[in-house]
């Protein structure tokens, strides 16, 4: 082993615990998944809300702020003292750094919605819940998606870090790799599937954000 | 009565009133504009009427049924509403746009296509169009598109605010015969809020002048023209439009100089001579005693004669030219311009004398039309025009009526 190089000791590891290495894969995606997808279910509507009620967004959004300041490592060792160890807690914490950037895109892409365009809507008579569905979420969605994809790629790194309160996944085999002597090989083993996780969902987001962008020529 | 509005008042929270007092009659098929500076309060009265803003105190009423009892969306699919800056769903396609209201409405889809292609026919656009988004059409093809929508479910009442004050003057033109027709033809009624007083002219049945919250005056274009309530009203319509405007709205009898000089057929020549020579006139009409214009006598006719005692019957010259007092200055000012005579007399409908035109001031008023500048008429233009005007001011003729 120790007179292979980096790169052949890396093929080396992916072979030899190439299920291992997929099974945390997934387990880091699942996690960053639910944290994001917690925090649009709740931020999202909050957005709408101080949208709607603009007095309250400077509280709401200053809040937000507050929470991602914590660094995450403290973060999580705050709230491992309510929840405990394991993935819970790390999904908490994603939970938690997704609400400012999905409150904020949210609230950004309500409000940059044309006021004519709204007026109009409801000096035609559309009922509060027809403007939304048919007006606002349409012309705002592919902001909100915006919101989504960053706090999903900031999500990924939280999940990584997770590990040292024992949620598993890719943050483990960087553990172990930090942990052993020559480990580079096991490091990267963690991190490059982490660096593609990140791209990817980036990548696969930014295309569904351009699919969602309200169609406004009848050409293409 | 389509639409009444009655003691309509609107406060803001900060005690500013932005609409008092306002009341208004609206029949079907009128179009009203509502003209003012801004902050007169005539957007804040138009969106009162669909209740995008509710007033303070007062009652709307449509066909009789007071709209503050009624369901404020349904009121608003039954009302047309079209805004300045057009408000098109930037991702709905013109079809879509158009069929809004009608989807609303829960018009079958079938109902919903058929009203689209309609309505894109009266808005003078080619079918394909419907296909198309909003961003690619023209300003003017937009609003266009804006005005039809807001006919798309038959609405009667169409409230507009300032749609056409962001387009270019021909394209605004058009969209003004645009609405125009659609208010002929299919008798809608329009309330139309201006600030543009030649848009508020052409287009409306009504105006209603309104500052600071209240209204001014309301009248026809036509009456305001002529009639301006106040000096605001005045400097509103601008003194420009106001010169332009005179031989079309200002009648004979408006500028006639009152209680010409006259006199009765037995008179004499000595008397017709002191008269002339009293009042500093070289011509006198001729009214029998119920004041009925006969004829003139002039002094050249009047050097010939010299028995002093011979009735002024004898020597009246019959063939006057006269006109209307209520005729319109523009009817008549080319005939009495060619027939080159100095000064004519004016008649009511029975033929008798009420006044009498000078040439000076008939030439003053075409003069003003042409160049749009007032007159600077301190003093009568010519002499001939003194000697008249001191005639009429003086305690006047014999058979002033």
């Not at chain 1, 000791?9 to 994001?36: E, K």
């Not at chain 1, 609230?107 to 007006?135: C, E, H, N, W």
């Not at chain 2, 200055?329 to 009511?348: A, E, F, M």
Request: proline share 4%; with cysteine; net charge neutral.
């Amino acid at each position: 082993m120790k007179d292979m190089g980096l790169f052949s000791q890396l093929i080396y590891y992916f072979t030899h615990n190439g299920m291992y290495v997929l099974n945390q894969f997934n387990l880091t995606f699942l996690v960053s998944i639910y944290g994001v997808l917690f925090g649009a279910i709740v931020g999202i509507p909050i957005g709408i809300w101080i949208s709607q009620n603009r007095k309250l967004s400077p509280i709401i959004i200053g809040i937000a702020n507050v929470i991602q300041t914590i660094p995450s490592l403290a973060m999580l060792s705050i709230l491992m003292l309510g929840l405990g160890l394991g993935q819970n807690t790390v999904i908490a914490t994603v939970f938690l750094y997704s609400l400012l950037p999905i409150i904020k895109n949210t609230y950004t892409g309500m409000l940059s919605v044309d006021p004519d365009v709204l007026d109009a809507g409801k000096g035609m008579g559309m009922t509060r819940f027809q403007v939304m569905k048919t007006i606002r979420i349409p012309l705002s969605l592919s902001v909100i998606i915006a919101g989504i994809r960053n706090a999903l790629v900031l999500g990924i790194g939280i999940t990584v870090i997770g590990s040292f309160i024992g949620s598993g996944g890719l943050g483990d085999i960087i553990v172990r790799g930090t942990n052993a002597t020559n480990g580079g090989a096991i490091i990267l083993a963690g991190a490059l599937p982490t660096a593609l996780m990140a791209i990817i969902t980036d990548l696969v987001l930014s295309f569904i954000e351009k699919r969602l962008m309200p169609k406004t020529s009848s050409e293409n | 009565m389509l639409l009444s509005m009655e003691h309509l008042n609107k406060e803001y929270p900060n005690g500013k009133l932005a609409v008092d007092d306002f009341n208004l009659q609206v029949d079907r098929g009128e179009f009203i504009c509502f003209i003012g500076t801004s902050g007169s309060g005539k957007t804040t009265t138009m969106r009162m009427i669909n209740r995008m803003l509710n007033q303070t105190s007062g009652t709307i009423k449509i066909n009789g049924k007071d709209i503050s009892k009624m369901d404020p969306v349904k009121l608003r699919r039954s009302i047309g509403y079209v805004i300045q800056n057009v408000g098109l769903m930037p991702h709905m396609t013109i079809q879509e746009n158009i069929e809004i209201v009608p989807k609303l409405l829960g018009w079958s889809k079938e109902k919903r296509a058929k009203q689209a292609v309609k309505m894109i026919d009266l808005a003078q656009l080619p079918q394909e169009m419907l296909n198309r988004y909003p961003g690619e059409l023209s300003g003017g093809q937009q609003q266009r598109i804006g005005v039809v929508r807001a006919l798309a479910a038959d609405q009667d009442i169409i409230l507009m605010d300032e749609p056409f004050g962001a387009l270019d003057p021909i394209t605004r033109e058009s969209l003004q015969e645009l609405v125009k027709r659609l208010q002929e033809d299919l008798g809608k009624t329009f309330i139309f809020v201006t600030h543009d007083m030649d848009e508020a002219l052409h287009l409306a049945t009504r105006v209603v002048i309104m500052s600071h919250g209240k209204q001014v005056q309301v009248d026809t274009p036509n009456n305001i023209l002529r009639h301006p309530a106040n000096e605001f009203v005045t400097n509103l319509i601008g003194e420009e439009r106001l010169i332009r405007a005179q031989p079309n709205i200002l009648s004979v009898s408006q500028i006639m100089l009152k209680n010409p000089v006259a006199i009765t057929p037995d008179k004499t020549l000595d008397d017709a001579i002191d008269l002339m020579h009293s009042r500093r006139v070289d011509t006198l009409l001729v009214t029998n005693a119920e004041g009925v214009l006969e004829g003139y006598v002039d002094l050249d006719d009047i050097n010939r004669i010299t028995d002093a005692t011979t009735p002024v019957s004898r020597f009246t010259n019959r063939e006057v030219f006269y006109v209307q007092a209520s005729s319109l200055i523009s009817d008549t000012v080319d005939r009495i311009l060619k027939q080159g005579v100095k000064n004519v007399p004016v008649v009511d409908a029975k033929k008798h004398l009420v006044g009498i035109v000078t040439r000076t001031a008939l030439v003053d008023i075409v003069y003003d039309a042409l160049r749009g500048a007032p007159a600077t008429d301190e003093e009568p233009a010519s002499p001939i025009n003194a000697d008249i005007h001191a005639a009429a001011t003086h305690e006047g003729g014999e058979s002033s009526q």
